[in-house]
């Protein structure tokens, strides 16, 4: 994180000849003009510190961004996913403005603004924007249009250059770029910045104060940091997130207040000890199954799904290949796969019944070599397994919404299509009550009242990260 400055006119450079410049900006700094300091980023600031030492002084910079508010817009024959009666409702009509949901229902007795924008739905079906749960941005190698295109209006990034998570959601809410909302920790809690315990005391407020939402702490950091890491987050009122791919994992993360658990137990059953654990804490748990590397028997079983044409359209070339090539689970026979993946299944269902909050999150990019899936599409994926664990596709729903939605304090705004809350709508051919798959008929994306088709958004040119 920091900046380390050394004298060249001896070699080799000793450990006593080093001293610390700086405490961040380590990944973001450049040597100003006459090289006698230099400039950093760190968080939302910029500063300049001179080499020779010093307290480093802030470059004040304030930027006014535009807000462009989009048109009103008149949805007609839609039929609106309502959770409390659990069905969608008939035929109606639904008014957006700056934004937002204004009403529902008849038309009579309201006036529409002359330039409101009308779309007859065609008795089409309603749902929130869904939310990706466990998403990393990964340098830039995702894009905001496929996840649109695939009806992800809302993206929780678990770990990813905070300065770069800063602009993407910037953009997000301050332009009609199609991009999801952000809900983001920054940079992942690792032994590489957090060596000893005073370190959590240095840091975190600094993650908070750069706009951090939670903290991510993610292996190998030892337990003792960890638990200075989990004090200090809660000092500033920040959730915790971790990973519980183990018994240790999950029993110590429950122990020490983590809100979040991320991925499931490696190759094993959850069994009921665990899930009562997880119920009676109150611990999210995000299984990312993708992740698990079960989209490898998915694709055994149909592997005409690579063939789809949207997937083709939306997913680079060398990602579909990585994808036809399998996955870490390549070498392992079918029948111990589907084996395995009956385990999963059945941990699944159990801490559904158990009461334990699920959230739908998968971990993917072409970039993860144990990921066979692809940024958008394995959401739905991941809402196919929920659903084959048994859960009814109401409950997955929600769990992809409305709940979501609370487990980043955003229920107020999000999660729901109800008057007053942002107009983060995907409209589907197909009723995704009847089969969860329909999630997939995507028709038109809405996101904060802006209008997207599929068929017209297109991810920029992308090569493979070799090239």
Not at 28 to 42: D, E, K, N
Not at 417 to 446: C, F, H, M, Y
Not at 449 to 463: A, H, I, M, N, Y
């Amino acid at each position: 994180m920091g900046i380390w400055v050394a004298p060249l006119d001896s070699v080799p450079v000793r450990e006593e000849h080093v001293r610390q410049l700086t405490l961040e900006g380590g990944d973001t700094f450049t040597i100003a003009p006459g090289g006698q300091s230099l400039i950093y980023v760190a968080g939302n600031r910029v500063w300049r510190q001179r080499l020779a030492g010093g307290e480093p002084e802030e470059i004040s910079i304030r930027l006014e961004l535009p807000r462009p508010v989009p048109r009103p817009l008149l949805l007609r024959r839609v039929r609106v996913l309502d959770f409390a009666p659990g069905r969608f409702s008939p035929e109606t009509s639904l008014f957006i403005e700056e934004g937002r949901i204004r009403w529902l229902g008849s038309e009579d007795g309201h006036e529409l603004p002359a330039e409101t924008d009308i779309i007859d739905a065609g008795a089409r079906f309603a749902i929130p924007g869904l939310f990706e749960m466990h998403g990393h941005d990964f340098g830039g190698f995702t894009d905001g249009e496929t996840f649109l295109a695939y009806g992800v209006t809302s993206v929780r990034d678990v770990g990813d250059w905070i300065v770069r998570t800063n602009a993407l959601a910037d953009r997000s809410d301050t332009s009609m770029a199609p991009l999801p909302r952000y809900f983001y920790a920054g940079d992942a809690v690792s032994n590489w910045i957090i060596y000893r315990e005073e370190d959590a005391k240095t840091y975190m407020p600094r993650w908070k104060e750069w706009g951090a939402q939670f903290i991510k702490i993610h292996p190998p950091i030892s337990w003792p940091l960890q638990l200075a890491v989990a004090e200090e987050a809660r000092r500033l009122g920040l959730p915790v997130v971790a990973h519980g791919t183990t018994i240790e994992e999950i029993t110590r993360g429950v122990t020490l207040g983590f809100s979040f658990l991320e991925h499931t137990l490696n190759h094993n059953r959850s069994y009921d000890d665990i899930l009562q654990f997880l119920a009676a804490a109150g611990t999210r748990w995000d299984p990312t199954l993708i992740a698990g590397g079960y989209s490898d028997l998915l694709l055994r079983d149909e592997p005409e799904r690579l063939d789809d044409p949207k997937f083709q359209a939306f997913i680079p070339s060398w990602c579909i290949q990585h994808a036809r090539a399998g996955s870490f689970m390549g070498t392992t026979a079918t029948t111990t796969l589907r084996g395995r993946w009956a385990d999963q299944l059945a941990g699944i269902r159990a801490a559904h019944r158990r009461g334990v909050k699920l959230h739908a999150g998968t971990d993917v990019s072409c970039l993860i070599s144990q990921s066979v899936g692809s940024v958008g599409l394995s959401l739905h994926w991941e809402l196919e397994f929920f659903a084959q664990a048994g859960i009814p596709p109401l409950e997955v729903l929600r769990i992809a919404t409305q709940q979501a939605a609370a487990a980043v304090g955003a229920e107020s705004d999000l999660g729901t299509l109800e008057p007053g809350k942002l107009a983060d709508i995907v409209l589907l051919d197909k009723n995704p009550l009847d089969d969860i798959r329909n999630t997939q008929s995507i028709w038109r994306v809405i996101k904060g009242g802006w209008l997207f088709d599929p068929e017209k958004l297109r991810p920029p040119v992308s090569t493979s990260p070799d090239e």
